[in-house]
């Protein structure tokens, strides 16, 4: 399955939810935004919200100054 994660091509096994996504990453999940297609998931929806085919996901954590994109490589 094919996604977009912040703008780099990404390959799934299978869909999945945000919240596990972001578990099997690795990515501490305090003090980011996930965008899932342009829309901001509220982070209580991450465990219910599918992660499908061709979807596009933005993860950005917020430091002081702004935000930063979360790099997949």
Do not use: C, Y
Request: net charge negative; aromatic share 6%.
């Amino acid at each position: 399955m094919k996604i977009t994660v912040n703008g780099t091509k990404e390959t799934l096994s299978a869909p999945t939810d945000i919240d596990s996504f972001l578990q099997e990453k690795g990515i501490d999940r305090k003090g980011i935004v996930v965008e899932l297609n342009r829309e901001i998931i509220p982070q209580g929806d991450w465990p219910k919200t599918v992660i499908g085919e061709n979807d596009s996901l933005e993860i950005l954590r917020f430091m002081g100054g702004g935000a930063v994109a979360w790099r997949t490589h």
